[in-house]
């Protein structure tokens, strides 16, 4: 018998998780079933929005079942398959990680290169968070060129994309906010932000203030909170605001306010809430851009490992706590 090591919810955490939350537990590889194969996982994602599915309450995802697998993203191999669409040997993209093999219907997984792309793109840059970047930017905020954008959460795997792509589509200024100088560093230096701050030092309003002199046309929002209410001082008349995440909420039971919503009102805001999952048509499109950017090296990407299934949670909690740059991603192999 060959041993799975798989991550549980042993707990539903209040506020910051900890370790004590999940348990590593073993249980035979799988065998497939007719039209099902076993996938050896090689990366697996670990995404904010976990988070909120350790929660009991009814939202877009069901809850983590409590002493059940998690689940997210994760690449590998077919090792057996009873389909006759995917074979051994296919790489594959799916949504049950958070283990080193898993079982799945033929159909839920898709076939990728990982020969034109490293398996880990497919988790970040080529996948679901250069989608929400995209689309997000593009199709929600509807970016035009010559506009001033901020990015919160600059440094993250959505938002280091989402600020690069405001400057290849032709914004005029990009400005972005992350929680160290090193990565407020890696956005002006690496990623072409025209300036950026760190959160962390305080008065966001006066950061906000002297690094959008013209106000801000287009904001991107993964954090919420406080930088939510000081972005929307800086709005310009007829902004959007695309909201994107709210990760400064999601540990926290009391919630903070956004105390000056009647702005909206006479500047004629537009906050559109929106998910990823909505905007799936426009993947063909984003691929193939986003392909480009890459193949003409006009698109930097970070990526953050950390190793084994041993340490997936630490690398969740570290995801949560700003301990990456980029993408955050678990090498199991
Ligand atoms: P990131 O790679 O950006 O990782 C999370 C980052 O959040 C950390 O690195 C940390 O960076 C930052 N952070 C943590 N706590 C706080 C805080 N209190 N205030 C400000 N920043 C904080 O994650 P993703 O790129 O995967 O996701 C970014 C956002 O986009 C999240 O809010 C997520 O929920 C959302 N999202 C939404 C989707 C949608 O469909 N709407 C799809 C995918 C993601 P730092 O060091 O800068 O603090």
Excluded at 156 to 182: C, F, K, T
Excluded at 225 to 248: D, K, P, W, Y
Excluded at 299 to 324: C, H, P, Q, S, Y
Aim: charged fraction near 25%; include cysteine.
């Amino acid at each position: 018998m060959t041993v799975n090591r798989v991550w549980h919810l042993a707990n539903r955490p209040t506020g910051f998780p900890s370790p004590g939350d999940f348990d590593l537990r073993e249980e035979a590889v799988p065998e497939p079933g007719p039209g099902q194969v076993v996938v050896r996982n090689e990366v697996m994602s670990v995404d904010p929005a976990m988070r909120g599915r350790m929660n009991d309450v009814p939202s877009y995802a069901p809850p983590f079942r409590l002493d059940a697998p998690m689940e997210g993203g994760a690449v590998g191999t077919v090792v057996a398959s009873a389909s006759d669409a995917v074979k051994v040997g296919d790489s594959v993209l799916h949504g049950l990680g958070w283990r080193e093999y898993s079982l799945l219907d033929a159909e839920r997984v898709r076939v990728v290169d990982t020969a034109a792309a490293p398996a880990s793109a497919y988790l970040g840059v080529l996948g679901m968070p250069g989608l929400t970047a995209y689309a997000g930017l593009l199709d929600v905020a509807r970016l035009r060129p010559e506009e001033t954008v901020f990015v919160s959460g600059a440094a993250g795997a959505v938002g280091s994309l989402a600020g690069q792509i405001a400057r290849l589509r032709g914004a005029r200024l990009v400005i972005g906010s992350a929680g160290s100088a090193e990565k407020v560093r890696y956005l002006v230096d690496e990623c072409g932000f025209d300036a950026a701050f760190n959160y962390r030092d305080g008065d966001i309003r006066a950061q906000l203030r002297r690094l959008t002199p013209d106000g801000i046309d287009v904001f991107f929002d993964n954090v919420g909170g406080e930088q939510l209410e000081e972005a929307l001082f800086r709005m310009n008349l007829h902004g959007r605001v695309a909201v994107c995440g709210a990760i400064s909420q999601y540990n926290t039971p009391d919630r903070t306010g956004i105390r000056n919503l009647s702005l909206l009102i006479s500047k004629r805001l537009t906050l559109q809430g929106f998910l990823v999952m909505d905007h799936w048509s426009r993947r063909e499109a984003f691929t193939e851009e986003m392909t480009t950017w890459l193949r003409e090296d006009r698109i930097k990407v970070a990526e953050t490992f950390v190793d084994g299934i041993d340490n997936a949670v630490e690398a969740f909690l570290g995801m949560l706590r700003g301990a990456n740059l980029g993408k955050m991603i678990v090498r199991l192999t």
